[in-house]
């Protein structure tokens, strides 16, 4: 049965993650502290990685209680610390010498602004969303999931290791199988789990027994299947797959240094394509560029929690 094996977040867009063994998910479905800050210059314009290559050296620690809730039950404006380092120019470990600075996670032009402007050459500030952070995709704010079959088949087509598999997809949650088959629950055929890209095929619609019609009116007699979404619970909470990620250039680029994998995405769409699973309908797709699922939250208390070795399992349609 698949498990909850990993959660992280990050704090700041751009920069590394923070791992946790528990997450508080905030009412629009994201996460408590991903992506609440974000990086702009002066006109406001967004700096991260896609632009800004040299981001990639930089190394940062969090200091973020999870937890962080006010009287009120809702996440508290404190922010939390965080450590900035520059890492090693070769890609290799970071030096243990590299000077560290510490400061205050505050929106605007103070806390860590000058010592990140000084790193990246050019005047940056810190924008902060409380509650729901900057998603990529707004349409689907909920936490991004892959499984660990699939980051380590990714690690062995180029010889990565699997933290530099995870670092370059920067996924929110991760999901380890322990068994070869789980069944949804209901009767039907037991679902193989255990190879690479099985959860792309939670991003293809379930068609129902039940029709509907076309167009409204006693006299229409045009019908088409009705088409579900599949959902599926981690612990108590719903979540919807709402699609599979496409992918920026920022995979391509060591996690150390910045530099460029050489034939990076002309190799990955290649093997990608050939590990293609029988029961994934690509016809939506423009490219095979795409890795982990994006999701929405469709039902969970307010700040309702996840953590590690929670179980993953189908809902059955209704």
Same mark, same amino acid.
Request: with cysteine.
């Given at each position: ?6 959660? +992280? ?73 965080? +450590? ?65 079959? +699939? ?168």
């Amino acid at each position: 049965m698949p498990y909850l094996s990993g959660i +992280t977040i990050y704090p700041v867009k751009s920069l590394d993650g923070m791992s946790l063994l528990e997450s508080t998910v905030v009412p629009c479905g994201a996460l408590l502290h991903d992506r609440r800050w974000r990086l702009v210059d002066a006109e406001g314009r967004v700096v991260n990685a896609k632009k800004f290559a040299r981001i990639h050296t930089i190394r940062a620690r969090f200091e973020i209680t999870n937890n962080d809730l006010n009287g009120a039950g809702k996440p508290s404006p404190a922010g939390g610390l965080i +450590t900035l380092w520059l890492g090693s120019k070769s890609g290799g470990p970071s030096s243990t010498t590299q000077p560290r600075e510490t400061f205050p996670l505050i929106p605007g032009s103070e806390g860590p602004c000058e010592w990140l402007s000084d790193a990246l050459g050019k005047h940056v500030f810190l924008e902060e969303r409380l509650e729901g952070g900057f998603p990529d995709d707004l349409d689907a704010p909920g936490p991004t999931l892959i499984s660990t079959e +699939t980051l380590n088949e990714v690690a062995r087509w180029f010889g990565w290791g699997d933290e530099e598999v995870r670092r370059r997809f920067r996924m929110n949650l991760e999901l380890t199988d322990d068994a070869h088959q789980v069944s949804s629950g209901g009767g039907s055929e037991p679902q193989v789990l255990q190879q690479p890209f099985w959860e792309d095929s939670l991003a293809c619609p379930v068609q129902k027994d039940s029709m509907s019609p076309v167009s409204e009116g006693e006299d229409s007699l045009d019908y088409l299947p009705v088409v579900e979404p599949k959902v599926f619970f981690i612990g108590e909470i719903v979540f919807r797959a709402v699609g599979v990620c496409r992918r920026c250039v920022v995979p391509s680029r060591d996690t150390q240094n910045g530099k460029q994998t050489r034939l990076f995405r002309d190799a990955f769409e290649a093997r990608r394509f050939r590990g293609l699973r029988h029961d994934v309908d690509v016809r939506e797709w423009q490219d095979y560029y795409r890795l982990g699922l994006n999701t929405s939250v469709l039902q969970s208390s307010p700040y309702d929690q996840i953590a590690i070795g929670q179980q993953f399992k189908f809902k059955e349609p209704n």
